[in-house]
């Protein structure tokens, strides 16, 4: 018996922003959770533009700005500001918000959903077959199900249940992290500092609480499950930062060593990978969690199409072809950060701050770093021949009486054309844009980019073809 449609291990942000995905286009999911408790450790805190552009898609960006501090500029490399102003997007900044506050959004929109999170349920086994997916829990039960999405951390059960090698290295340098109460902050919204001893990065939550980040070079041999205490904050500040901020309280610390790491491959058969199950690396540029939920827009409405039957063929192995090389890129980009503060060689550190300085002073640097920071600049590879906006992000055009974010809240694709066309579609709504610049009929996907476009209005057997490219929502459907 099939208890769900598809089970998602794992609810952290990206467990749950896959979970609503699902819901929301009347797919039963399931939700298991190890963790018999919600935590209140605030381990991510950057939100970026393409995230908050995401979250906007589906109506719950609104729900968390409220909670987050924004920073509009940020520094790559000591000396080198990029400003986010200049970020093509409703949202140029960088939101510092508690992991715990997108969450409690994202785990509120899934319960609105009809989602529930089953916590203390630990996988301990995985079996698939030609129809579906039988899933063993640590009690002594079994559920089966139709396909499984590991997004349950970088020590998934589920990524080691299918045989997938996670690939990688690890870093020397131990971070220490702390939540500590200043009473006179530093004038600067992301503080930090560094120099050849470490990196002190000071992230403010808002309510006079920080979260403190420090690699201390000095502190390399210190056994991982030594407690971190005040004393070695304060004594690492003082060396790396010049002064302690005199912070007068610590509610919370850890130590930990960070990994560059990658799953070979983000799908076996029916069971997938998605978020720190699928990748993990330097905090530096604050990627993980924003990766994580690009993994589970990209993957969430292609699962429902298979569910429904109305997925063309090789329409679910287009995730591991287009979210492998973004967490790829992502490796590349946390490590060149993470070199570029923490190298061993300081003549090496000292030329490439000279290097990213001189790139960030030309507009088209500005708009490439960007891009890789914000996720603003993710694209997909496209066909030979097609449209070169395909695989784009689609900006947030107006539509008359709605933005087109606000036509994706369904969860639909959306048929852009700059005059109206008399063309209707199960499962494709439509909008009309005015800008000049943009093609005269564009298909934007569910996740916001583009899946086909025009600088012509094609004949309606054209736009029908190019929607069954990706779905094939006017056909009978059957559930599979």
Known sequence: MTDNDVTVVGAG???????????????RVGLV???????????????????????????????????????????PAPGAVLNLREIDSRYPMLLIAPQSWTERVLETRATELGVHVTRGAEVVGLTQDADGVT?????????????????????????????????????ETHILLADVRIPHPPEEGLFARN???????LVPFGDGWFRLIV???LREQAPLDEPVTETEMRDAMTR?????????????????LSE???????????????????????????????TGIGDAMNLGWKLAEAVRGTAPAGLLETYQAERHPVGSTVLRLTDAFNTLVLGTSALRRLFRRVAVTAVLALPIGRRIIGGLLTGI???????????????????????????????????????????????????????????????????VRPDGYVAWASDTVPAEATIRAAVDEWTLIARPASRV
């Open 240 to 256: 790396i930062a010049g002064s302690d901020m005199g912070f007068t309280e610590m509610r919370w610390s850890s130590r930990f």
């Open 377 to 443: 600049g993710i694209r997909y590879s496209r066909s030979k021949g097609s449209h070169e906006l395909v695989g784009r992000r689609m900006p947030d055009v107006d539509c008359g009486a709605q933005r087109l974010f606000e036509l994706l809240r369904t969860g639909r694709f959306v048929l852009l054309t700059r005059a109206a066309v008399d063309v209707e579609l199960p499962g494709v709504a439509n909008g009309v844009h005015g800008d000049p610049s943009l093609p005269a009929a564009i298909l």
């Open 135 to 171: 899933v063993d829990l640590g009690d002594g039960t079994s559920l089966r199900t139709k396909y499984v999405v590991g997004c349950d951390g970088a020590h998934s059960a589920v990524r080691r249940l299918v045989g997938v090698d996670f690939v990688g290295t690890q870093y």
């Open 13 to 27: 942000p990206t467990g749950l922003t896959l979970a609503c995905e699902l819901a929301m286009r009347g797919i």
């Open 33 to 75: 959770e190890r963790r018999a408790d919600t935590p209140n450790i605030t381990r991510a805190f950057a939100v970026h533009a393409r995230t908050l552009e995401l979250l906007d898609s589906r109506g719950m960006a609104e729900d968390l700005l409220p909670h987050g501090v924004q920073i509009h500029e940020v520094a």
């Open 215 to 217: 690699w201390d070079r």
């Open 260 to 290: 560059r790491k990658q799953a070979r491959q983000y799908q076996v058969g029916r069971v997938f990978l998605a978020g720190d199950a699928a990748h993990v690396h330097s905090p530096l540029g604050g990627q993980g969690m924003n």
């Open 195 to 201: 120099n050849s001893e470490g990196i002190v990065l």
